[in-house]
């Protein structure tokens, strides 16, 4: 049985109190109910050449389209639901460096090029249509207007963005319209993000953000921009981070942490709770580069119901990974 979010919110709630119903203790939740295991791995573009350094990777479920962000060769990849190569795109007059991608059920696509530090609006065949300004709050009354330096984004199944302001560390969630709606608090303790790199919504509505050099690394909060929980330690342990690079929801609101300078994922629950770690090097001999290792992850997705797609920059390429339903375990007797 998968529990619902609802459930890990009130975990994660009680848990703060350090005690479940009648003075009993919180249960320890499930491991993750799927094994995680490499499937296959993308190379390159039809007839643009090899990726030289993926950085983004966003599949779109209606139409089971995989993008990539190949930011190295300025290039943003489609590939069919086999993973053939389809279509690429970008030019230096309208692409220098994507970094992320997101497509919606039109056909629309809409990439962050990094290094202009804003977010582009492509036709499906790759023609800019416009580059999209989203205007920071106003602190002040008759304060001059600026616009967000994006450092990341998302969106909603409502078509709410998520944006990362790169410049001022803090997070920012705009209408489908791009109208201002609030802000992602920052930690209370601290009263800013150290260097926030990614965002991400689950499928009900829980936000996490990705913080490289704070800690706690992750935050998640409620729609309503509750604090649900905040983890991950600088530390050695599986749980404990080094570089967090990229976050992402599954089906089930699991939340995987994409580690690029330990070259792994992480698995959690919404409340915080290790459930899983994959990844990494086998031996000294492969480097990162055999199959299921990770070379520098920088970006993850989770097909719903599907695959796990992992960016990897160095590593030159898009591996899958697939989940598995594990098997019931045997009654004991």
């Given at each position: 049985?998968?529990?619902?979010?609802?459930?890990?919110v009130?975990?994660?709630?009680?848990?703060?109190?350090?005690?479940?119903?009648?003075?009993k203790?919180?249960?320890?939740?499930?491991?993750?109910?799927?094994?995680?295991?490499?499937?296959?791995a993308?190379?390159?573009?039809?007839?643009?050449?090899?990726f030289?350094?993926?950085?983004?990777?966003?599949?779109?479920?209606?139409?089971r389209?995989?993008?990539v962000?190949?930011?190295?060769?300025?290039?943003?990849?489609?590939?069919?639901?086999?993973?053939t190569?389809?279509?690429?795109?970008?030019?230096?007059?309208?692409?220098?460096e994507?970094?992320?991608?997101?497509?919606?059920?039109?056909?629309?696509?809409?990439?962050?090029?990094?290094?202009?530090?804003?977010?582009?609006?492509?036709?499906?065949?790759?023609e800019?249509?416009a580059?999209?300004?989203?205007?920071?709050?106003?602190?002040?009354?008759?304060?001059?207007?600026?616009?967000?330096?994006?450092?990341?984004?998302t969106?909603?199944s409502?078509?709410r963005?998520?944006?990362?302001?790169?410049?001022l560390?803090?997070?920012f969630?705009?209408?489908?319209?791009?109208?201002?709606?609030?802000?992602?608090?920052?930690p209370?303790?601290?009263?800013?993000?150290?260097?926030?790199?990614?965002?991400?919504?689950?499928?009900?509505g829980?936000?996490?953000?990705?913080?490289?050099?704070?800690?706690?690394?992750?935050?998640?909060?409620?729609?309503?921009?509750?604090?649900?929980?905040?983890?991950?330690?600088?530390?050695?342990?599986?749980?404990?981070?080094?570089?967090?690079?990229?976050v992402?929801?599954?089906?089930?609101?699991?939340l995987?942490?994409?580690?690029?300078?330990?070259?792994?994922?992480?698995?959690?629950?919404?409340?915080?709770?290790?459930?899983?770690?994959?990844?990494?090097?086998?031996?000294?001999e492969?480097?990162?580069r055999?199959?299921?290792?990770?070379?520098?992850?920088?970006?993850?997705?989770i097909?719903?119901?599907?695959?796990?797609?992992?960016?990897?920059?160095f590593?030159?390429?898009?591996?899958?990974?697939?989940?598995?339903?594990?098997?019931?375990?045997?009654?004991?007797?």
């Open positions: 049985m998968v529990v619902s979010a609802s459930h890990w009130a975990l994660a709630t009680l848990a703060l109190q350090g005690q479940g119903g009648a003075g203790p919180v249960a320890a939740p499930p491991s993750y109910p799927f094994l995680v295991e490499p499937q296959d993308l190379w390159g573009h039809l007839s643009e050449g090899n030289r350094e993926p950085v983004g990777v966003f599949f779109e479920p209606a139409s389209e995989l993008f962000a190949d930011s190295k060769n300025g290039l943003v990849g489609i590939f069919d639901a086999e993973y190569p389809v279509f690429a795109f970008g030019s230096a007059a309208t692409l220098i994507p970094k992320a991608v997101f497509a919606d059920r039109e056909g629309t696509i809409f990439v962050l090029d990094s290094s202009r530090a804003d977010i582009r609006e492509f036709s499906y065949r790759g800019l249509k580059v999209l300004p989203f205007a920071r709050p106003q602190e002040k009354q008759g304060e001059p207007a600026s616009s967000v330096v994006v450092g990341a984004f969106r909603d409502e078509g963005w998520y944006v990362i302001d790169r410049e560390a803090r997070a969630v705009y209408s489908k319209e791009r109208q201002f709606l609030r802000e992602i608090p920052a209370q303790e601290k009263g800013a993000y150290d260097s926030p790199v990614d965002i991400a919504v689950s499928p009900s829980l936000v996490a953000i990705a913080d490289q050099r704070g800690n706690p690394a992750i935050h998640v909060f409620t729609s309503e921009n509750l604090l649900v929980s905040a983890f991950g330690g600088r530390d050695i342990g599986l749980s404990d981070f080094t570089s967090p690079a990229a992402a929801f599954d089906e089930h609101d699991y995987f942490a994409v580690d690029m300078l330990r070259h792994d994922v992480k698995v959690f629950t919404p409340a915080g709770k290790f459930l899983l770690h994959f990844g990494g090097w086998f031996a000294p492969t480097r990162g055999a199959p299921g290792e990770l070379l520098y992850p920088t970006d993850i997705q097909a719903p119901d599907g695959p796990v797609f992992i960016a990897e920059r590593g030159q390429r898009v591996q899958v990974f697939e989940r598995k339903p594990k098997p019931a375990a045997s009654p004991k007797q």
